[in-house]
């Protein structure tokens, strides 16, 4: 395939009252993109989550429910009232949708990938597209160990392939164990490897995946501030550029239900991206949200043959003189080095004798490291004070002044692109 389409959703977190009303709020997102003629649609982390939601009918969950409706834009006076209540019983129940989703894997996992599976299968066969659907906390069909996945779907409804989230984020890290590799997914649209939350992070992660003849990076992240956002960004952004490949990034937004500790919105604006050479103003960016909490669909088309013949006449070309044999040599020498360097919860293990208090002063017979013993990680080739750098209040005042032009921006009102109130 020559030229696709690609739709990346921009999805708020809503928590649907059943199935049948979350398929409802599918529908819309796949209509505009059915619009824009795309063969590729994308969905952000942990929305798929939300399929649970209707089969938590306990009292709290309830009330949970309740409190997000009044807090939708198109929600009625009484809905609003009664969801301020509701809002406010729950607290002083200490509802928690992160307990109760918790609870719903320890008895009902298996009915809940079902679920998950039923419902984007039979989403990617009605609108007849390569689905990457939202991750949730869903047990893996490999060993049925619970991990924080996404599946994705062919256009004929079959699975073709899941990848879980690796790089745990700490939100994840009570509730699911991490995946244990990336792998790329064949697909009628191209070869995708799926990068998800702090995955993208990782520079060995999207070369991994470009060794093994990925041509899209897909991201999917639920960002509960903006600076996580701005990081997996830049990340995913890197992991495109590095590899000169194809790439786009899908956000949760919205009003957050799902962290364990700090509840501030999720945010993110999602992204369409491709190499600099192929983009206006050389940016990387083919089009991205304008808006950090708003929802709604992107567009925009990927040209396979022009990224092909960027590969072959490329001033950059990282695919044909990146030596693979010595890379891979390299990698496997300095993760080795790294699994053998001393931890911080070592020090005392290696500094001092077992089974007893190490002393404060150093006497004869105690165990100490010399400086010439550690693992060295860089070194310095020029000296000190360089002769350009700037005095400490100098320093200090530049520091400042990036400080304050880096500082973010204000997060707009909660509400929808004009094209999603059509649809």
């Known amino acids: 395939m ?28 796949m209509r505009a993109a059915r619009n824009k003629h795309a063969r590729l649609v994308i969905f952000p982390e942990l929305a798929g989550l939300l399929l649970g939601a209707p089969m938590l009918e306990d009292t709290r969950s309830s009330l949970i429910k309740r409190a997000d409706q009044g807090r939708r834009r198109n929600a009625s006076l009484w809905q609003r009232l009664s969801g301020s209540v509701a809002n406010s019983l729950a607290g002083m129940m200490k509802a928690d949708l992160r307990v109760s989703l918790s609870g719903l894997l320890d008895v009902h996992a298996d009915e809940l990938w079902e679920l998950y599976q039923s419902t984007f299968s039979g989403l990617a066969k009605d609108y007849g597209v390569t689905l990457v659907a939202p991750s949730a906390y869903l047990p893996d069909p490999l060993d049925g160990v619970i991990r924080n996945l996404s599946g994705v779907f062919g256009p004929n409804g079959d699975l073709l392939g899941v990848q879980a989230k690796v790089m745990l984020h700490t939100e994840d890290q009570d509730l699911v164990q991490p995946g244990v590799a990336w792998d790329v997914i064949q697909t009628e649209v191209g070869a995708l490897g799926v990068l998800i939350g702090n995955d993208a992070l990782y520079p060995e992660v999207g070369r991994v995946l470009a060794y093994q003849g990925a041509e899209i990076l897909i991201g999917q992240a639920a960002c509960p501030n903006p600076a996580l956002y701005n990081k997996v960004r830049a990340g995913m952004l890197s992991r495109m550029q590095d590899n000169q490949i194809f ?36 940016s990387g960016v083919l089009v991205e949200m304008g808006n950090q909490n708003s929802e709604g669909v992107l567009t925009a088309e990927w040209d396979f043959v022009a990224l092909r013949e960027l590969w072959e006449s490329s001033d950059t070309p990282v695919r044909q003189q990146l030596p693979f044999g010595q890379v891979r040599q390299v990698l496997g020498k300095l993760y080795a080095q790294l699994q053998e360097t001393p931890r911080e919860d070592d020090d005392a293990r290696l500094l001092a004798p077992p089974d007893s208090e190490p002393p404060d002063p150093v006497e004869d017979g105690d165990v100490y490291i010399e400086l010439d013993d550690l693992s060295v990680f860089a070194s310095v080739t020029s000296r000190w004070p360089l002769g350009d750098a700037p005095l400490n209040g100098e320093a200090d005042a530049s520091l400042a002044s990036r400080e304050a032009t880096n500082a973010p921006s204000s997060i707009g009102p909660d509400d929808e692109t004009d094209e999603m109130d059509a649809v």
Do not use: W
């Open 2 to 29: 020559d030229k696709v389409v690609v739709a990346c959703v921009q999805e708020r977190m809503r928590i649907p009252q059943s199935v049948e009303e979350y398929r409802n709020h599918l529908d819309r997102f």
């Open 247 to 282: 790439a786009a990034i899908s956000f949760l937004v919205g009003h957050n239900e799902l962290s364990r500790v700090q509840r501030e919105p999720f945010v993110g604006k999602s992204a369409i991206f491709a190499p600099q050479e192929l983009t206006p103003r050389f």
